[in-house]
């Protein structure tokens, strides 16, 4: 049995597992990271990718990472990652000499797409999007059986097309009303932070507002509080323009929604998302897009980056 090392960098950690033809997980190990100094994060990297490797030896075949960014697949140098402050660092040759061992390299997102398309909800489709919802908001899609990757890789940037330009909220990347912005785990934050006025006995309340959360505004509407369900319905409109723009954009046979906020119980999220995109759906017919939790969860990143290693690119 052939196994890989996947690699899933993220904002504030950084997880590594071994991981086998099959996409089965074995030895994932986590680090938090205090810092985004490149210097830093490679050696916290390493730290997770030897605990992984223990064992395995001559059969690790590849090591594979998903990174924030947008990055050059040909040089692996991530040329702009805005959560990390980077631009332009040789990322891959820098991890090549810590490890000793070649790497490659993609966006997180499209790791993640890579990992649920052949081993989640995606398996056995060729039109596939997968839309992860976490604090911020990504994807990727795959058409035709291949993964997009676009002209300077930088397709599947969904969290980047703007859905409210003249009342949205004012995105990380600067512009206004970006379906990152309404429908993250951050726009269902602010979602429940402008409507908060009208309900001054919310549940919510008893927790300081600088301590609030999407997983606590989710929670809220799950048992009912007014407030909680005003946010959700609020990010539920904007998150069903985004996806129905996506429909257009791919006609993806299967939508399949990862990350924390994703992982939401059907009966809140899927069911009634499903609904909502359908009514505007209008240049393909009605209820033809399948619309699920994600199966893989937060392992998706470490399989895809173990498959990209293992495989290279579908």
């Known amino acids: 049995m052939k196994w890989a090392i996947g690699i899933d960098l993220g904002g504030s950690h950084v997880a590594a597992a071994a991981v086998n033809e099959r996409g089965k997980i074995k030895s994932r190990h ?10 830093y994060v490679v050696s916290e990297i390493a730290k997770v990718v030897e605990k992984a490797i223990e064992g395995l030896g001559k059969r690790i075949v590849g090591i594979g990472i998903g990174a924030p960014g947008n990055i050059d697949d040909k040089t692996g140098v991530v040329r702009f990652s805005p959560n990390f402050g980077w631009s332009d660092v040789p990322f891959r ?8 061992r070649s790497v490659r390299i993609l966006n997180d997102a499209r790791c993640a797409t890579i990992g649920e398309y052949l081993h989640g909800t995606g398996k056995g489709t060729k039109e596939f999007a997968l839309i992860t919802i976490g604090t911020g908001l990504g994807g990727g899609f795959v058409c035709g059986g291949k993964l997009m990757l676009g002209n300077l890789m930088g397709a599947g940037e969904v969290g980047h097309h703007t859905i409210r330009p003249d009342t949205g909220f004012v995105c990380n990347c600067g512009k206004i009303g970006c379906f990152e912005a309404q429908a993250s785990g951050q726009g269902l934050l602010r979602h429940a932070m402008a409507v908060a006025p009208s309900f001054p006995y919310s549940v919510l309340f008893m927790t300081p507002k600088e ?5 606590m505004v989710s929670r809220a509407a799950a048992a009912g509080d007014e407030h909680g369900l005003a946010a959700w319905n609020r990010f539920l409109v904007d998150l069903s323009i985004g996806v129905a723009n996506i429909v257009a954009f791919t006609n993806p046979e299967v939508i399949a929604l990862g990350g924390g906020v994703g992982q939401t119980d059907d009966a809140l999220l899927a069911i009634p998302l499903t609904k909502m995109v359908d009514e505007l759906t209008t240049m393909v017919p009605k209820g033809q897009t399948t619309i699920v939790r994600a199966k893989l969860g937060n392992d998706a990143g470490i399989v895809g980056s173990a498959m990209l290693a293992m495989h290279g690119l579908p």
């Open 30 to 39: 986590k680090r938090e990271l205090a810092s985004h100094d490149v210097k």
């Open 93 to 100: 040759r820098k991890l090549e000499k810590r490890l000793g």
């Open 211 to 215: 301590q609030w959360g999407s997983k």
